[in-house]
């Protein structure tokens, strides 16, 4: 089977409440996301940056939209042309100069090109700015607060939603009109819906003829070639359209290459002839065209450079990524450095590869600032696209080594979302988007799966639900209904409904599962009895504990004849079993299996490993049941910590670990503490579960209970 689904693992007795939220310290003025970097020789384009300032001086957020030449027709559509003429740049400048002014309290970069994005971007600032109710644990959650933070600071702020490609995403989720906040957002739509509600379009065209010039003087003047500015210059700027973006291309060229603009402007007369292979439709504002060739003049000098035949392939590949930035790690990774070789017919080692990127960005088409971390390389969307559509490079070869190389890179614990994970997240979106098919042949790519499962690990049901269900849809499109991914896939899904509480949904999925991997991979493969083991973990969870106990007898029984009874799978079996042996009050079944699972994990995994942690849990919770409550409040004061030291303090077992100590607290007759841990479990758990989640509905009741007898 090409891709294994994700097991739902031992599940600990005790309800399973969210944790307390814990207010951060928070440093002020706040950063989240990160803004590009300022272009050389960047234009301000006064006239525009005050059209701005006076809509903002109005009250009106801004949304900055691409100027159409083009007559107008009705209804909804996209502009062609990927932008190019520097909306995001100006943005960019107002965000950096609320940061350095200090002129807002928080500034937030937000890529606004999927609903994922949005509500990454608006989960990391609820996190940052401290949200009552934000904690990590549920991204989509998180989101809500900080919209709800947003509604009722007193801070000062500025958002940036840049790039919205379609105004429905934003539904429920646009900042609010407050006079102590401001919306600044960039988009290729022309949508109404965009102008409305307090916020002004502004249309962003390209240059003047005097600020290509302007542009063009700055931008040699500052490499230091100020001689490179002759008589062509006016020539050159009208011949590339004023297009921002083709122009920081043509420069880049002529500071390396050491040509004046006339030279220039030859070079691209002969060279236009490239852009005849474009489709007729594929640029009808005709920006991408100016784009196209600039490009391919800079790939030809930059294919010269050394190492000579690399970069025309590396930016094939780059241009499959996210544009918001990918980690420069990528560049030493042995599925770039293999694919380069492939197709250079010679061996590329990291240190080309990284070169390779470099000469990349020395033309000018691409973006490598270390600093940005896991965004550190950025690709213009234009370019991007001018750099697909204009390749004759296997698209395969590309998006494979793409997936293979974010595979690569992905850390092996990935429970909390870091800017790594969040990253490789965002750029597998991407690559899945415009890979389409070419990741589904002959499997689902393994990257697809693993992103998915990363949200699970994650506890971010709400994203992982979603996900999922893109992920079966698209596999039982491609693959059929009988094929091993598309099993996989919607065993996944089932998970997510599981970890969401909705048991219902769960078992409804896994019961056609289980049947499914029995008719294609056979009554004892694996995964068929991976999605036993999960569809037993399901019916637990909805109180079906003896369906659930024979299902995990011989789960037990399969694995162990199998794997042998040392081997991680059999360990969470047993763990499994326990915890169903505990809620049918076989205690001291359970307690016996704790133990072994206990000292198995501590001999397998280590002392500190987030499964023996878990299995300690585990037994805690058993002898709470047996009524030796010293014990459990003992290991679960050692679990608490251990979680927070190896798990984080946001992570969902961290949550569950405190929330059982309180009841044990309860039980030794602390009631007092008990009662407050779980006042802020409970009001935590609604504001990011909803009062209608099971386990809000079970912590709730346990409280009304202790305070009536209290």
Not at 142 to 158: P, Q, V
Not at 356 to 377: I, Q, S
Not at 655 to 677: F, H, P
């Amino acid at each position: 089977m090409a891709n294994t689904g994700i097991v739902h693992g031992d599940v600990r007795p005790e309800f399973h409440e969210h944790r307390h939220y814990h207010p951060v310290a928070v440093k002020w003025p706040a950063q989240v996301g990160q803004p590009p970097v300022l272009a050389s020789a960047f234009q301000l384009r006064e006239g525009v940056r005050a059209r701005i300032q006076e809509a903002r001086d109005h009250g009106a957020d801004v949304v900055l939209t691409q100027h159409d030449t083009r007559p107008t027709g009705t209804g909804t559509r996209v502009l062609a042309g990927e932008g190019g003429v520097g909306k995001s740049q100006l943005a960019a400048w107002f965000a950096h100069q609320a940061q350095v002014e200090r002129t807002a309290d928080l500034v937030a970069w937000v890529p606004a090109g999927s609903p994922e994005q949005i509500i990454i971007g608006y989960a990391r600032a609820a996190l940052r700015v401290g949200a009552p109710g934000a904690d990590g644990t549920d991204q989509a959650a998180d989101a809500a607060a900080f919209c709800e933070w947003l509604h009722t600071t007193d801070r000062t702020w500025l958002i940036v939603l840049d790039d919205i490609t379609d105004p429905a995403h934003l539904v429920g989720w646009w900042p609010p009109h407050r006079p102590t906040g401001w919306t600044l957002a960039t988009t290729r739509r022309r949508d109404a819906a965009l102008a409305t509600g307090g916020r002004q379009s502004i249309d962003i065209g390209v240059y003047s003829p005097t600020e290509s010039v302007e542009y063009l003087t700055d931008r040699l003047t500052e490499a230091g070639y100020p001689g490179l500015l002759d008589s062509g210059a006016g020539d050159l700027a009208a011949a590339v359209g004023h297009l921002p973006l083709a122009l920081s291309h043509a420069t880049a060229y002529m500071i390396d290459q050491a040509v004046g603009c006339v030279e220039y402007l030859a070079r691209y007369t002969a060279a236009a002839r490239v852009a005849e292979v474009m489709p007729a439709d594929s640029d009808p504002d005709d920006y991408g065209r100016p784009v196209t060739v600039t490009l391919l003049l800079a790939l030809d000098a930059a294919d010269r450079a050394n190492p000579a035949g690399l970069a025309r392939h590396a930016l094939a590949l780059a241009a499959v990524l996210n544009p918001d930035g990918h980690p420069d790690e990528l560049w030493k990774t042995s599925a770039v450095t293999g694919y380069l070789s492939d197709q250079a017919d010679r061996v590329v080692t990291a240190d080309q590869s990284y070169m390779a990127l470099r000469t990349l960005h020395r033309y000018g088409l691409l973006t490598h600032a270390p600093a940005d971390g896991p965004r550190a390389v950025r690709v213009h969307a234009l370019t991007a696209r001018a750099t697909r559509e204009a390749s004759t490079i296997d698209p395969t070869a590309v998006i494979r080594a793409a997936a293979d190389a974010l595979l690569q890179l992905w850390p092996e614990h990935d429970h909390a979302t870091t800017n790594l994970v969040d990253a490789l997240r965002t750029n597998t979106t991407t690559l899945a988007s415009l890979g389409g098919e070419l990741l589904w042949h002959p499997d689902g790519h393994p990257l697809l799966y693993h992103a998915g499962t990363s949200l699970l690990r994650s506890g971010l049901h709400t994203l992982a639900i979603g996900y999922w269900h893109r992920m079966f849809d698209d596999a039982l499109r491609v693959l059929g209904d009988r094929h091993s991914s598309t099993i996989t896939a919607h065993a996944n899904l089932a998970a997510a409904y599981w970890q969401a509480g909705r048991s219902g949904d769960a078992i409804t999925i896994l019961e056609k599962v289980v049947n499914d991997s029995v008719r294609v991979l056979g009554d004892q493969h694996p995964s068929t009895i991976a999605a036993r083991a999960n569809l037993a973990a399901s019916y637990r969870q909805a109180r079906r504990t003896e369906e659930a106990i024979t299902i995990e007898e011989k789960v037990v029984n399969d694995r162990m004849r199998m794997l042998g009874d040392q081997h991680p799978d059999t360990i969470t079996a047993l763990a499994n079993l326990a915890a169903s042996y505990w809620q049918a009050r076989r205690t001291g079944d359970a307690i016996t299996i704790l133990k072994k699972v206990v000292n198995d994990r501590k001999r397998v995994l280590g002392d500190q490993h987030p499964s023996t942690i878990t299995a300690r849990a585990s037994l805690a919770a058993a002898y709470a049941q047996a009524g030796r409550i010293g014990d459990a409040i003992t290991i679960l004061e050692k679990v608490v910590n251990d979680s927070v030291r190896v798990l984080g303090d946001q992570h969902p077992d961290t949550i569950t670990a405190r929330a059982n100590l309180a009841v044990s607290y309860r039980r030794a007759g602390r009631t007092e503490d008990a009662i407050t841990i779980l006042e802020k479990v409970v009001n935590d758990s609604v504001r990011v579960q909803g009062d209608e989640h099971p386990e809000t509905s079970a912590a709730v009741r346990v409280l009304n209970a202790w305070r009536a007898e209290a």
